[in-house]
Each structure stands twice: as C-alpha cells, then as structure tokens.
C-alpha cells in the first residue's frame, strides 16, 4: 500500500550543513547518489530508502548521517551487485549534470557480499557499498581515478525484508523515490531492539530515533494497531516472537544505551537515555497487545 507523493526539500538538507565542508560535500554526494537511484530502472522502483537519511529528510531528525540505508526488492541472483553496480555508475554523471553538481565525482569504490560465502542461498543478505566522490581538478580527482577513496558514502542494501506501507518521496528537482513509511520505520526499528542479542550488536541509534519519532506525531490507536500488527510480521520473519514485555529485559535496555554518549558526534547535545528508554518503553507497552 503507498500514499500520496510526499515532496521533500533535499537541496534544504544539504544546505543545513554548509557549516561544516566535510558534511556539506558529504550531504551533496549523498543527494547525488539519491537522484541517481531515482533515474535508474529498475532501482526506481525496487529500492526502497530507510534509516538515519529517511528520518533527517522527511522528519526532521537533528541526528547528523551521510550514509544511505536501503530495502530491495529484487531477485538475489549470482550478479545483482555487478548490475547495481553498473546502473549507479552510469547514472551518478547525469545526476550530477542535473543538480548543478558538475564539480563532483562519484564512483563505486567497494561491493561486499553478506554473508560472502552463502550470500545467493541467504534468507536476509545484503550489500554492502562503499560510494567514493571527489571534487574534480584536485587531489581527490588523482586519488579516486587511482582507486583510492578520498571521500566515501556507504550505501547498504538488504534484502527479503518485510514491507507494508511505502511512502513515494519528490526529490529536489522533481525525481521520485521510494521509502520507508512511519509505520514501518517504527515497526522495523523496534523489531530491531530485541534483535540486538541474537545478532550481538548495540544499536543506540534506535532508541533515538523513536523518541524523536513517537514524541513529535500524534499516532492515534488505529496507527498503533498498524504499527503492532508490522511489527509482529517483520519480527516473525526474523524468528522473533515479540510481546508487551519484550523492552523490559534487561539486556535490550543496557544494548541500546551502551554507546548512548557517541551520540554528542551526530547530535553536539545528548538527551538523558533514561527519559528517551522509558518513552520508547512507554509507547512500545501502549500498542494495542492481545493480553
């Protein structure tokens, strides 16, 4: 299911970080790499944009990222890097023509494979990408054409996830892309916090990234039943049986704060984790379970 054409102010974005040279041309390289998804079939159409760039473009989100995180849905055959690959190659040229970016480079620099030896016969495999940019006529024109990576983006793509909503994002200039919607954007990323004992990861960002999502929109209980009811089938497919207590465990709540305070990077101010943990929690407990 999708809804209206959300228009969004990308060039605003990008100027947002004008401060900082490094982040500006890091936000234009992303907004080129952006665009040249949108012109490329069939990526147009099978990828999906989610993560840290989907809450600063459509929400607002003062949490700082360059780096693009994407859903695909596309057959995971023996050369799906080598043609993404190839179409992201080609277009990155006329992307950039388009956006009056003619001084910027991109070019593929990396594509892993995860997991590398089983990645076709994988139930969730991804790709991990690395986009290197330059500016041209300087030294980071010489480094890139001789493999290097002056300035780099990371783009990572995963697969055979569950989708219900998708929300088709106007770019700057009139492109369209499409992402995540709220629903599913919660969803995910509380499916993502128990997760982090099985896959032994910590992952500060998402109780962040709630907080600032379930503390800005009225979500009514037809939306939290939405969001419950996309939680328990992107959790099942991961094996997950989520319940109203699932936050309460003492491990998911010390995972999520472990790396709180590496938020001062991205943000310059940290909010106290308790308050954003037990909103997170409060909110998590409100969905509409079957007791």
Known sequence: MSKPVLEINVAGWV???KANPVAYQQRQAAEITLNAIAISAPLNDRLFLKGGILMGLVYD???QTGDIDLTADLTVDNDVDIRIQRLLDSAFPRA???LGYTDLILKIHSVKRQPKAIFEKAKFP???IKIAYAQRGTRQEKALLEGKAPGVIDLDISFNET???IQVLELTGGRELRAYSLIDLIAEKYRAMPQQMTR???RRQDVYDLHFLVADNDLDFAIRAQILDTLMEKSRSRYIEPTRLSLEDPEVKKRSGAEWGTLEVELGEVPDFEECFERVSEFYRSLPWIL
Request: glycine residues 0%.
């Open 126 to 128: 991804a790709l991990k």
């Open 200 to 202: 032994n990861r910590n």
């Open 61 to 63: 989100s003062p949490r």
């Open 96 to 98: 950039a023509a388009a």
């Open 15 to 17: 100027d947002r970080a």
């Open 163 to 165: 989708m219900r909503q």
